[in-house]
C-alpha cells in the first residue's frame, strides 16, 4: 500500500517539475523488479522471444482489470435486456443500423453506397457479418461489444503511456466501464463507437512513430487504413479527429510535420470524394434534429462531463495537467491533449449553434475516465498542502 500511494502522490505533474519525478519515478520501480522475476523473463524469452513475453505480461497485469471493465458495460447492456426483452433493439439508432443492411439486400451493395453517397463502414461490416453468422439481429447485439473492447484497450493503452504506471492505466480502464459516456454510447450510437475506438488506436500508433506517413511501411500502411476507416464510418468524428493530428503537428512546431499532417488527413477525403460529392452537398438537409435534441440540458451536460460536483474538478484538474504536458518531447501528451482541445472546440462549435448537431455527441466522447485517473494525484496534492498549511 505504501508503494502504490508513493505512485499515486508522485503523479503531481504538471504542477513544477514532478512530470519528470514520475517518469523517473515510474522507470526506478521498474528497474527495481526481482532478479527471480528478470530470471524467469529471461527464460521465457530465450525459446519464445520478446512478444510472447510482452504478451504473457499483459496477460497477467492488464487483461483482468480490461476484463472487468467490460463485464461491468456488459451486465448493465444484460439488465436492460431482462427489463425491456428482446424481441426490441436498445435505442433508436440501433434498428435504423438493421434496416440499412435491408436497403443492401434490397438494392445490392454498389447500389446502396451510391444511393447513400457515404460507405458507411459500420453497416456494411454488420450486413457482412450478419450474412456470414446468418442472423443480421444478433450480430449488431454483438458486433458493438468487440469496438467496446478496443476503446477500453485504447482507454487502458493512453492511460499507461501517459503515466508509467500499471495500476492507474487498470483505475482509469475500471473507471471507463462504469462511465456514463461508455454505456450511452454503447447503447445504440455504434457507429461513434466504432469512430471512436479507431480514432484513439490511430492517436496511439501515430505518437508511437516517428518520420515519414508516406514512406512505404507496413505502420504507415497500418495509419492510413485507419484514418481512411474513420472517415468511411462517421465523417463528424473524422472532423474531430483530422483537427486534433494537425494540432498536434503545429504544436510540434515543424512545418513539415504540419504540411504532412494536413495531407495526411486528407488523404481519406480525396479517395472517398467520389461518393462524398453527394453526401456533402445534401448533409445540410440530413441532419435536420428536432429542436429538443438541439438544446442543451444543464444536467446532461453535468452528467456526461463528469458527473458529480466532486468528479467534475477532478475531470478538471486531469485536463489541465494534460494541458501542461503538452509539448514536443511528449508526442503522447501532446497527441491527447490536441484530441481533447479538438473535443472542446467541437462542442462549442455545436453548442453555438454554427452547425445544427447535438452537442451533446461531442461530449460523449470525452475521456473522462483518463481525465479522472489523472486528476487523482493533482487533488491528493493539493490537499496534502492545504493540511501542512494548517498544522503550521
Partial sequence: MNRIHERMTRMTAPMGDAAEQTFEGAALDREAGSVNQDVRRARLQAPFGTHFVFA??????????????????????????????????????????????????????????????????????????????????????????FWLFVLLAAYQRIAFGLTQNRFQANFAVVLAGVSFN??????????????????????????????????????????????LAVAATQLETYVVLSFAIVL????????RSVLEALVFVSVPILLLSP?????????????????QDLQ??????????????????????????????????????TMFGAWLLSLLASFAVLAIGIIELPAMRALYLMPV????????????????????????
Fill in 296 to 333: 442543451l440540458d444543464p444536467n446532461a451536460v453535468f452528467l456526461f462531463t463528469a458527473g458529480s460536483v466532486i468528479t467534475v474538478p477532478l475531470a478538471v484538474m486531469g485536463a489541465w495537467r494534460v494541458f501542461k504536458s503538452m509539448g514536443r518531447e511528449r508526442r503522447l501528451e
Fill in 248 to 255: 498536434a503537428a503545429a504544436l510540434g512546431r515543424k512545418l
Fill in 56 to 145: 504473457a505480461r499483459w496477460i497477467r497485469e492488464c487483461l483482468p482489470a480490461l476484463l472487468l471493465s467490460f463485464g461491468v458495460v456488459a451486465v448493465v447492456t444484460l439488465v436492460q435486456y431482462v427489463r425491456f426483452g428482446t424481441e426490441r433493439f436498445l435505442g433508436w439508432d440501433t434498428p435504423f443500423y438493421v434496416y440499412q443492411t435491408v436497403v443492401i439486400d434490397q438494392l445490392g451493395l454498389g447500389a446502396a453506397l451510391q444511393s447513400w453517397h457515404y460507405p458507411h463502414l459500420y453497416v456494411v461490416l454488420l450486413w457482412a457479418i450478419g450474412k456470414g453468422v446468418g442472423n443480421v439481429a444478433l450480430t449488431e447485439r454483438i458486433l458493438p461489444f
Fill in 369 to 392: 475516465p483518463i481525465l479522472l485517473m489523472l486528476g487523482l494525484p493533482v487533488a491528493e496534492s493539493l490537499l496534502e498542502r492545504l493540511l501542512q498549511r494548517r498544522t503550521t
Fill in 275 to 291: 461518393l462524398l460529392v453527394g453526401f456533402l452537398q445534401a448533409y445540410p438537409a440530413s441532419i435536420g434534429f428536432p429542436q
Fill in 182 to 227: 461508455t454505456v450511452r454510447i454503447l447503447a445504440d450510437l455504434n457507429r461513434q463507437l466504432m469512430a471512436l475506438s479507431l480514432s484513439l488506436v490511430l492517436l496511439v500508433l501515430l505518437a508511437r512513430g516517428q518520420g515519414s506517413l508516406f514512406r512505404l511501411k507496413r505502420r504507415n500502411i497500418l495509419l492510413h487504413g485507419l484514418i
